[in-house]
């Protein structure tokens, strides 16, 4: 099989617009892989599913803060009572923490491990907390109601001595070191992991799980725990693991050097398999037609086939590892690079062998090192669920005072489509209500505040010059239709009704507004004429807002009001049926082309009968400008019927 120049040229287009195509969809879709040449650190550290469950975690400290103790045992996922706690528990999370110098990881951590359980669910649990603290009390946590609420048991290092240390907390004692032994911090982590180890295995709970204190909880996390801890129960023997990983950070899983020859063999492979196809198509081909096998030009195609083969390779390798050849979702084996000890579920059954360890380790190598070791040395498999459980949020180190960026972080758990997934259990119902409320309650509120103050002293004498005021200054700051407003009425059965219209003037008669007079807020001021308005300029952090009568204008006004509208204006408020059922849309869409004809052929004059505008008289008129502080500044007007005039007055934020 000859290729000839033509063919040649055709092929060459052919991959290079596939390569192509391929470099541009990694380049789209592989930039958060570390190990990719796409890699934008940028993108990559967005923290979609982390915001998400911190705006959770932050809607449950609030509701502890704020709520009674009858409410709080009414809350399922903190539900700890005398009962719940006495119960044999499948799982037993210790949780060392210490004082940071940067920031303060576990009111978040804690919160985010019980949001959306239910009781059930709870029960499964025993939550201990060490203040691993020298001075426990110099623990941001110490004595705070939230901590006694989500933890089971809360340790502290030392004696019960002390009479002001609270009766919720347990002094225990920790190893005994050597006499005068200055512990190091790799001693202390030793010891902390210790003496969780020994309270969880006195608990007799199945599994331990030591967690540190600065990671976040995913959705559904216990339940996807659960269901992982059965499948390792179904297929292999507790003996024959010592963890499971609640979270692995994918920046030590891309291409490392130790592995070149695995590397080295699956191109080799590939340029085997693309060798060997073109070599049975050659084969085949020259059967066919009995051609001649002609070496050197088939030696010019296999350079051809080689410098494809290899660019491929190398876009293969720009992809990244986590792209390419990353983990399957499930419970997985990870022998290697999983890291930290942000979350490791070990079994019952190696918690006194690892303790002993922990208590004989040297103070040169690392908990989580230590741990790793002890693995190897007993043969022991590690495993993984995949995507990750946890999320370390110390992005910026939270064991050092510099704050020095880390690497330990999990990309898939801000991307996995798992997280987005929502049930339609009654539970999840729950969930999803607190999710929006903290997804409101994280919103930004009073961007405007930072507008300078109002000098309300030197504030005009009737609210019509102060409102013409302000609204020069809206129109000047670029406040998109500041001439709208909100007007307020009430209805026969005694209901308030709103809706957005715009302001047709001020004068001394009101602010005033134009409706039809058979519309609902026509009909509903024609019965009861007490209207409010309110005008809002968030832009700003400014408000108005009038209490008043509607007073109908002369007819003159209104039908010079009517003219000045636009002919479509004109014709949409002489056809529309305001706020009738539209049950058929040609109806409307008819109705406007006939009135827009009769218009343009001037067969027909539009009446304004029924068009009114009306004036809101206000008896009180107040002006609110925000403050970031929440001090906002209001000034209220009031109209003093027996002096004709109106009245200033500064009222309370």
Request: glycine share 4%; charged share 25%; net charge negative.
């Amino acid at each position: 099989m000859l290729l000839g120049r033509n063919r040649l040229l055709s092929a060459y287009a052919v991959l290079a617009m596939i390569w192509l195509s391929l470099f541009q969809l990694c380049r789209l879709y592989t930039y958060y892989d570390p190990s990719s040449f796409f890699y934008d650190s940028r993108k990559a550290y967005e923290t979609r599913h982390t915001d998400l469950r911190e705006r959770d975690a932050d809607y449950l400290l609030n509701t502890l803060h704020h709520a009674s103790t009858d409410k709080l045992s009414n809350v399922n996922s903190i539900k700890n009572d005398v009962d719940i706690r006495g119960e044999d528990k499948r799982i037993c999370i210790g949780i060392p923490s210490v004082r940071r110098e940067k920031q303060h990881f576990l009111p978040r951590t804690m919160a985010s491990l019980v949001e959306g359980l239910d009781a059930g669910q709870r029960s499964a649990l025993r939550i201990i907390v060490l203040l691993a603290d020298d001075n426990p009390m110099s623990h941001p946590a110490f004595g705070q109601d939230w901590l006694h609420v989500l933890a089971d048991e809360v340790l502290l290092y030392g004696n019960d001595s002390s009479s002001v240390v609270p009766n919720v907390y347990r002094y225990v004692q920790p190893f005994a070191s050597e006499e005068d032994k200055t512990l190091l911090r790799n001693d202390r982590v030793h010891r902390d992991y210790a003496t969780l180890m020994a309270n969880c295995r006195a608990t007799e709970a199945q599994y331990f799980v030591l967690m540190e204190d600065d990671v976040i909880a995913g959705r559904h996390w216990l339940s996807r725990l659960l269901d992982g801890l059965e499948y390792l129960e179904r297929t292999d023997n507790a003996g024959n693991w010592l963890y499971l990983r609640l979270f692995y950070s994918e920046t030590y899983l891309g291409w490392n050097s130790e592995q070149w020859p695995e590397y080295l063999v699956r191109s080799l492979c590939f340029y085997t398999m693309v060798l060997s196809l073109y070599l049975v198509v050659v084969a085949v081909d020259t059967r066919r037609r009995s051609h001649t096998f002609h070496y050197k030009a088939h030696g010019y195609n296999i350079l051809h086939l080689t410098l494809w083969s290899a660019s491929f390779i190398t876009l293969y390798f720009m992809a990244g590892r986590l792209t390419v050849d990353s983990y399957n979702e499930g419970i997985q084996e990870m022998p290697n690079y999983g890291c930290c000890a942000q979350g490791l579920v070990i079994p019952q059954q190696h918690l006194l062998t690892l303790e002993n360890a922990l208590h004989a380790a040297a103070d040169d190598i690392a908990g989580d090192s230590l741990i790793e070791k002890f693995a190897d040395d007993q043969a022991l498999k590690k495993y993984a669920i995949v995507p990750s459980l946890l999320q370390h949020v110390g992005i910026k180190g939270s064991s050092d005072a510099q704050g020095s960026k880390k690497a330990t972080w999990n990309f898939n758990f801000e991307r996995s489509p798992f997280y987005l997934h929502t049930d339609k259990s009654p539970a999840s119902n729950t969930m999803t209500t607190h999710t929006l409320q903290s997804k409101l309650r994280a919103l930004k509120v009073l961007e405007g505040a930072s507008h300078h103050k109002t000098d309300f002293n030197s504030f005009p004498n009737t609210p019509q010059q102060a409102f013409e005021a302000w609204l020069d200054e809206a129109i000047e700051c670029g406040v998109s239709e500041p001439h709208a407003v909100t007007l307020s009425t009430i209805d026969q059965d005694g209901r308030p009704d709103a809706r957005i219209l715009i302001l047709k003037n001020v004068d001394d008669r009101g602010w005033h507004f134009a409706t039809k007079v058979d519309s609902p807020k026509g009909r509903q001021i024609s019965m009861n004429n007490n209207v409010a308005l309110t005008f809002y300029w968030p832009g700003m952090g400014r408000q108005i807002r009038l209490r008043g009568k509607a007073v109908s204008l002369s007819r003159n006004e209104c039908d010079a009001d009517f003219s000045a509208r636009s002919t479509m204006a004109k014709v949409t408020a002489t056809v529309s049926k305001q706020s009738e059922p539209l049950l058929d849309p040609f109806e409307l869409e008819t109705s406007l082309k006939d009135g827009l004809l009769r218009q343009q052929n001037k067969t027909e004059e539009l009446s304004s009968e029924g068009w009114v505008v009306y004036a809101a008289s206000p008896d009180t008129v107040e002006f609110w400008q925000a403050s970031s502080d929440r001090l906002h500044q209001r000034l209220k007007y009031s109209w003093d019927a027996v002096e004709s005039g109106w009245c200033k007055s500064a009222l309370w934020p």
